[in-house]
């Protein structure tokens, strides 16, 4: 029972469990994307894949991804966080565990596509969740502690996958993975709530919660406003508010980045150092360990910024700025001679995108209401993936026309170029639309 008058008691802080649960799902979600970059070196030779193969694999997966994050969000708008996230990651484990039946490249196709469109529902539920359940001033914390999860699973993949595959199969490896999705909607299921419902929040952690509700109001978007009827957006004007063509553009031209970073570290090691699939594993748990410090450094960051004093938006703008010259070391990679000093670079450089992204994604929820959110969420990852189903086709082909040329390594730096040069110009397209808009207070 809620406690309605006098001095309030200690805040449960239940809404912590609550990022408990968005972290594994969002470690799930990584672990069942990774499976395929780490069975690459066993399937080409069974499949016999090209690098233009596998890219095209990896494009319908991030079409499919962005093509549905717009109908996830806006379907989670309307059923909710508990149904919504239930119904993403029922779709998205099947799918996983369909790769174990492909027999073909275009069965592989298919279990991608799949995938693809179960997991679209991740994110947007993940960063509606966070702003029902924090005030403004925690929400980049909280979004870089769940987004860890991405680099968790990550890190996780290349402890277990190469062993279940050597040990029982690659169709193994894609089962086991994905049934652990199952065990996730069970917990979700009986502990999760929205706030002003849940038996375990009491009235000191739901004032916490709310406390920017009505300044978020007032706020959002550039002099548009959010009609609710019982509680619910029936219209909001999300493109009269500029702020999303910066988060989308942001995400159109860093998101690529990350899905090169996820799905050719792999190969990249593995061709150019030579190492086999026993071998993967410590480099790439060292690169996303890297990554998952840098996720919830990104967010911790601003957050402290805030605390301090500092406008929301000058904290996010700034911290962002230092995340994308960390990047930059990348291109550096061609004048490396061994490989430890690139893990390094290649460290700093994902934890970087980590930190970016944590970022990234609360500069959305700062700028938009509730109601809203999972569909703004929806439009930038739309857009992300846009990018993201477009550069695999051209990685491919960079790395196919340099393996021709027998300078594999010379098509690699080329991509370690472009992805140096990605984030200012992201930061660039954000501080237009978003940053350079808003006045510090």
Partial sequence: MRQTGGTLPASSNYRWVIVALLFFATTINYLDR??????????EKEFSWTESDYGNIVTVF???YGATTLLAGYLIDRVGTKLGYIGAILVWSLAAMGHALAGSTFGFMIARGLLGIGEAGNFPASIKTV???FPKKERALAVGIFNAGANIGAVAAPAVVPWLALMAGWQTAFIVTGALGFAWIVAWWFMYEIPSRHRKVNEAELAHITQETAAEFATAGDAATVTTVDGEAVKYPIFANKAIWGFMSGKLLTDPIWWFFLFWLPSYLANIYHLDLKKLG???????????????????LSSMLIRKGWHPTRARQWSMALFAICVMPVMLISQMNSMWPVIGILSLAVAAHQAWSANIFTVAADQFPKQVISRVVG?????GTLGGAVFPLIVGRILDHYKLLGSLSEGYYIIFYIAGF???????MLYIFVFSRVKSK
């Fill in 34 to 43: 990774q499976v395929i970059s780490l069975l690459k070196p066993i399937l």
């Fill in 62 to 64: 991030t079409f499919f």
């Fill in 131 to 133: 702003a029902e359940w």
């Fill in 282 to 300: 410590a480099p790439l748990i060292v690169i996303y360990l890297a990554a998952t410090i840098g996720s919830v450094g990104g967010g911790w």
């Fill in 379 to 383: 439009l930038g990852t739309m857009a």
């Fill in 422 to 428: 990605a984030y200012l110009v992201a930061w660039t």
